[in-house]
T-cell receptor
């Protein structure tokens, strides 16, 4: 989920298990949501997106779920692999020119 | 395709020095952005340029200036660097469509790690 202060929330999972990363957003006008993955020393990398007219979207090993009623977004990663270790950010926008508003991130750690 | 290219990758400045971070994209995107990333703070928008010839302030613009040199290039300038500007800076671009008002995903560069002593 979203962090408060200087410490990122951490999710530790066993290799091969499924991971679920959660994100709460506050802007009820937001209509486009994205999940990014950031590996150490690199820029954020697009994983999957979803628009507000959908509540679920699937990609390769990833699924994003959107619950607009409670303003909640989740990222599910199936069969987690060591390469999935990274910080994951949710981002949202209401269609303005100022791009995306990012959450503070969740650190996913894969245990062997 | 290189995507979004930022230079330099690392920089150390003394307080009061100035420098310009360069960014270029080869995806023909209309919109470009500068973010800073601090530990535990996520990414915060400094300035953005919705289209060539326009720039606007983001969430944390103080101490920075920008120039949208052409459609490809968007630079960030620190006129008098301060220790509070120690951070990792990311440039991004997207195919924002102002008429439709629909956002598209941002593509990010690999970042500039800046330390101000």
């Amino acid at each position: 989920g979203e962090s408060v202060g200087l410490h990122l929330p951490t999710l530790s999972v066993q290799e091969g298990d499924n991971s679920i990363i959660n994100c709460a957003y506050s802007n009820s006008a937001s209509d486009y949501f994205i999940w990014y993955k950031q590996e150490s020393g690199k820029g954020p990398q697009f994983i999957i997106d979803i628009r507000s007219n959908m509540d679920k979207r699937q990609g390769q090993r990833v699924t994003v779920l959107l619950n607009k009623t409670v303003k909640h977004l989740s990222l599910q990663i199936a069969a987690t692999q060591p390469g999935d270790s990274a910080v994951y950010f949710c981002a949202e926008t209401g269609g303005g020119a100022d791009g995306l508003t990012f959450g503070k991130g969740t650190h996913l750690i894969i245990q062997p | 395709n290189a995507g979004v290219t930022q230079t330099p990758k690392f920089q150390v400045l003394k307080t009061g020095q100035s420098m310009t971070l360069q960014c270029a994209q080869d995806m023909n995107h209309n919109s470009m952005y500068w973010y800073r990333q601090d530990p535990g703070m996520g990414l915060r928008l400094i300035y953005y340029s919705a289209s060539e010839g326009t720039t606007d302030k983001g969430e944390v613009p103080n101490g920075y200036n920008v120039s949208r040199l052409n459609k490809r290039e968007f630079s960030l300038r620190l006129e008098s660097a301060a220790p509070s500007q120690t951070s990792v800076y990311f440039c991004a671009s997207s195919e924002f469509r102002p008429v439709q008002g629909t956002n598209e995903k941002l593509f990010f560069g690999s970042g500039t790690q800046l330390s101000v002593l």
